[in-house]
């Protein structure tokens, strides 16, 4: 008579245990890394970024930009550029001399953790002009609409800046650059749109945004 024999599952189990092993101590690894990482950054911001910027990324002033919830992708490359010279500021070119690319990368990722907090726009006629304006453009000026590259929320990708809640100041300073050739890099589109920009169009659009 043939008799059932229990299977020997030990050898499997073994195995599963081995990789959950295994994935638990990379996921704790890729943990205190993310930490690391952070505290580093954390530590660049508190004796240089925040003068400017806020320990948030809340900004100081209009004339500086808000980070907070920027991509942070976006972020390092800017950061990147200052330093190689390709986007042109003497003030962040000194602040990010020393930087590296894993501290440009740590920067952009503690700043795009932080909270955005837009405020409510201060001239709402103005502010309905830049609406239609980023959504549609302008037809008679071949001004295209913004929302086709920047997105419906204005959260922009990876390699376009979130443009929701920054200060409309330095929206409308940073089309200005584009306009006069004066901003350096992101330019290969954003020198054929400013330049069909009036300021009047540029005042608009960066008025509604911030208040996205």
Known sequence: MKTCSTPDFSSGAAVLT???LVIALT???GSAA????????????????FVC???EGESASEVFPRLAGQHWEYIAKQLDNFKSGKRKSTAMAEMVAKLTPDEMAALGKYFEKQAVHPEPVKDKPLAGVGSY?????????????CVSCHGEGALGTTSLPRL????????????????????TNDNAVMH????KMTPLEMAAVAEYLSGK
Do not use: W
């Open 53 to 55: 910027h806020g320990m």
């Open 164 to 183: 929701a809640g920054q200060y409309a100041a330095y929206t409308e300073s940073q089309l200005k650059q584009f306009n006069q050739r004066e901003r």
């Open 27 to 29: 996921l704790a690894a």
């Open 192 to 195: 054929s749109i400013a330049a």
């Open 18 to 20: 081995r990789a959950s």
């Open 133 to 145: 304006i980023y959504h549609h453009g302008n037809k008679y000026s071949a001004l295209p609409a």
């Open 34 to 49: 993310a930490q690391a990482d952070e505290a580093r950054a954390k530590k660049i911001v508190s004796g240089v970024c």
